[in-house]
């Protein structure tokens, strides 16, 4: 039956389906882990430099500066939101209109935006400064600090518009080029103007001021060295109606979460700053050290959502929770580990961060209660991750945000009332408060009755025809190969039932996902990687992660559980949608694979598709990509690979309607009752 083999090489596959659960984890994470290192070695070079080559005014003023500039750039990457949904959508639609009205009008709003903010900042640095009780000492350092990282607010703004546009169209690599870069330009500058010149809490502000610059004007270059495939003019900027309001509808519930979560931060730092200088610089060491305890929960909790998600859509729904419990054991490993480090090395660690004796002592007081969080975060991150490839992220948010302002914020306020309390106790406001999270998770998830038909609706007649003789040709292709019209050619021969898009109708009525998301999603998904920023602050597992990846997930449990009701009720021919995968175990399913030699793809597409003859080779090479990393995240295994077929046929050789028919040919080989 194996006719045409091609000869492809192997990767190394991650699948969460077979083998072992902590193994596969544990290697899925990594690529998260050094992501999120970077990603937080960049909010905390600032600290780290000042904290060992200036006071602790300075440390003071980073802290608390830090954390108002946090605020805004949580905001804006909220809405930014919005610019990715909608592109993502206009470009799955190939509306290359709908992409530069929005790009256009994305540009003019976020202009706007930035202006506001950036004069809120610049005109009330003093009364924000103030609202936070900054202690005496360090309010002519913090007011430096936040005048000069307010100017950069533009910066935030065009950086975070640019990359929301790149991860629209599938690009995930580049903006994560553009953190390093920032981070690298960081480290340079606060070394120079702290360490060399003793400029202070000033000179890490210039420093971050620029590299905020430095990363906007790179990917500036990038976009106008290698365009973005659409035409942009000068009348697509200005304000349009439905545009703006779409960004708003879909941004701002995230910038709100955002801020919120944020201002929760704000409050408690506000209650600390009371307790005076030395407590609001040692905060500011703790918060910074406890990014880096948190990162292994953080990764594993993103793991334990991906493996899920396959696993709860090949019907694995045990091994799905039993992924959730491997995850939450794995993170819980260097939880225990850095819970004891701090036990009775905390002043080591908080000296690693800054060289006052009196911040040290503070540090590690308040580090020895905080870390207990992490112990907690552990169960937590990955119950999420569990709740979330299961469509429940709404419960995450709810959960998240009540224990915060119910439990963290009440406490801490309660706390810092009580005569002679320290660092101390008021640390351990947070750990409390996520153990409240885990006692609700635990509820949730004891409610939980995973079910085959959880993502799905009972089949109607009038979504899934019945019919005899139940056997599957599953047709995965390259792009312009001919292999829609191929399928459409097998089924009208053998009188079959035919799927390509009807798929996206029937998932999108019964996901309530639009069709055009499903259809850029299928296409265009670029690798699962964090959302970065290159301002640092709290945005991994931020709410905009969170709430796409699950989204998509939802997407493909909902399109496999067609796609399995569908092989069970009739013989049919499916296009696309790992339809292959998702039926290994059908007993009777044919998988085969189109290609052509690139010439041939690009001569159809113009032909066929009426792609310019210019674009036609990037489309291809394009499309093929999201494919294949569709299917690589979902099974675990690369697209075109020989193992996952027994038919690979190159229809640019024998043609369209000959490769239907020596497929008929071989179908009716197997089954000779039909005719």
């Not at 080559?53 to 990457?77: R, W």
């Not at 396959?310 to 091994?319: F, H, K, T, V």
């Amino acid at each position: 039956m194996k006719i045409i083999k091609a000869k492809i090489s192997r990767e190394k596959e991650i699948s969460f389906l077979t083998g072992s659960i902590p193994k596969s984890l544990i290697s899925f994470s990594i690529p998260f882990i050094l992501s999120i290192l970077v990603q937080n070695l960049y909010g905390a070079v600032d600290l780290l430099v000042v904290g060992n080559f200036a006071t602790t005014s300075d440390v003071s003023a980073v802290t608390i500066g830090s954390q108002l500039m946090t605020l805004v750039t949580q905001l804006i990457i909220g809405f930014a939101t919005g610019i990715t949904v909608l592109v993502g959508q206009y470009y799955g639609a190939k509306d290359k209109k709908g992409i530069s009205r929005t790009i256009g009008t994305s540009v003019i709003l976020f202009s706007f935006i930035a202006i506001i903010l950036m004069a809120i900042y610049l005109g009330f640095h003093k009364h924000l400064i103030s609202l936070m009780k900054t202690p005496f000492e360090a309010i002519g350092e913090t007011e430096e600090y936040l005048f000069v990282c307010a100017l950069g607010i533009v910066f935030i703004a065009g950086y975070n518009v640019i990359s929301s546009i790149l991860t629209a169209m599938g690009d995930s690599k580049t903006p994560f080029i553009f953190v390093l870069i920032a981070c690298l330009i960081n480290v340079v500058l606060d070394i120079l103007f702290v360490k060399k010149f003793h400029m202070g809490a000033l000179g890490a502000a210039i420093a971050t001021t620029i590299a905020q610059a430095g990363s906007f004007f790179f990917a500036l270059i990038f976009l106008k060295r290698n365009g973005i495939g659409v035409s942009i003019t000068r009348e697509d900027f200005h304000f349009d109606k439905k545009e703006i309001i779409n960004i708003v509808l879909i941004g701002g519930p995230v910038a709100l979460q955002n801020m919120l979560v944020n201002a929760s931060f704000l409050f408690i730092t506000t209650i600390i700053n009371q307790m005076g200088v030395v407590a609001s610089a040692a905060v500011g060491v703790v918060e910074k050290l406890i990014t880096f305890i948190f990162v292994p929960a953080t990764a594993m909790g993103t793991a334990v959502g991906a493996a899920s998600a396959q696993n709860i859509g090949a019907n694995q729904l045990e091994r799905a929770k039993k992924t959730m419990w491997w995850g939450i054991l794995i993170a819980l490993i260097p939880a225990i580990i850095f819970t004891l480090l701090c036990q009775f090395f905390g002043s080591s660690l908080a000296g690693i961060m800054t060289k006052d004796p009196e911040v040290i002592e503070m540090s590690a007081d308040y580090l020895r209660s905080y870390v207990f969080d992490v112990l907690m975060v552990s169960f937590v991150f990955s119950m999420n991750g569990f709740f979330n490839s299961f469509g429940k992220s709404w419960f995450s948010l709810i959960h998240s945000l009540l224990t915060t302002f119910a439990v963290r914020i009440p406490l801490a306020y309660f706390i810092s009332t009580i005569d002679g309390s320290t660092l101390f106790e008021l640390g351990w406001a947070s750990p409390l408060s996520t153990f409240v999270s885990l006692i609700l998770c635990l509820i949730f998830l004891s409610k939980i009755k995973p079910q085959k038909s959880m993502y799905t609706a009972d089949a109607t007649t009038s979504e899934i025809r019945e019919s005899p003789g139940n056997f599957v040709i599953t047709i995965a292709r390259e792009y312009g190969s001919g292999g829609r019209l191929i399928g459409e050619s097998i089924a009208k021969k053998l009188g079959i039932s035919f799927y390509n898009r009807n798929l996206i109708d029937l998932t999108a009525k019964r996901s309530g996902l639009a069709e055009n998301y499903i259809t850029h999603q299928e296409e265009y998904i670029s690798s699962r990687f964090i959302w970065t920023s290159p301002t640092g602050g709290r945005n991994v597992g931020s709410p905009a992660f969170s709430n796409y990846y699950s989204n998509i997930d939802t997407m493909f449990n909902t399109q496999s559980q067609i796609i399995r009701e569908i092989a069970e009720k009739e013989a049919c021919v499916i296009v696309g949608r790992c339809a292959d995968y998702v039926l290994r175990d059908h007993p009777n399913c044919i998988n085969v694979f189109i290609y052509a030699n690139l010439e041939n793809r690009k001569k159809q597409l113009v032909q066929k598709y009426g792609v310019d003859i210019k674009k036609a080779e990037e489309t291809a090479l394009n499309t093929d990509r999201g494919r294949a990393n569709y299917y690589r995240f979902y099974t675990g295994k690369k697209w075109g690979d020989r193992e996952q077929y027994q038919l690979m046929i190159d229809s640019g050789m024998l043609g369209i309607e000959d490769t239907a028919e020596l497929i008929v040919q071989s179908v009716r080989k197997l089954y000779p009752s039909i005719q």
